[in-house]
């Protein structure tokens, strides 16, 4: 009998989701439908380096664990995946993840890396969470995308085309590319970057944005006597 190598053959429950979610991009794949539903395009936009057949792979498996559906009406060519309540159970462990990677396995975007707008705010917002947060909401315009940070006493969010609603506008509104921004956050100059807003509200968003350099930046420094 041939062996399926994603059973354990363990009686242990991580061993049980890990045969569910520990394949490569799976866990990926979870990440970027936690922030809401998008097509297999935005998927493979946010995936650099998947392929076409291997991220519809994941998405089958995903479906068929129960954790994602895909959401197909009569007469629409746009096919739209979203977790199920079991996928968004999955998500304070992508969470605890993030915390981790920010804490231990921490670096700045390197030559030539994609860095995607949801996920230079997710770390970005993750970082100003665990520097104490304040309470705030500010519209992101990066690269065509629209998105929604707010923090309050419990925490830190993110929303993909979310933007403010017209009966809770956002304190700020910000436009720049996601390599801009990125540069900015890691103490560059705010070239190609609007804000907007009250004048208060903006150098709030200032201060509170470079959060994510001063809390992550002990994380890349080496132990005394070791090279980097």
Known sequence: MIRNVRTYDHFCLTARALERVGDRWSLLVIRDLLTGPKRFTDLMDRLGGITPTTHSQRQRELDETGILTADREPGRREV????TPAGADLGPIIEGLNRWGLRHAWRRPQAGEPVHAEHLLRSAVLAIELDGGEQARWHFRLD???YLAEGDAHGWSLSANAPAA???PADVTITATSHDLAAYIFG???RGIEITGEA???ERFRRLIGAMAAVAEPA???PAGQSR
């Open 80 to 83: 739209w995946y979203r977790l």
């Open 144 to 146: 065509g995308g629209d």
């Open 166 to 168: 017209p009966d809770a």
């Open 188 to 190: 560059g100059p705010d």
């Open 200 to 202: 208060g509200q903006a």
């Open 220 to 222: 890349a420094e080496a």
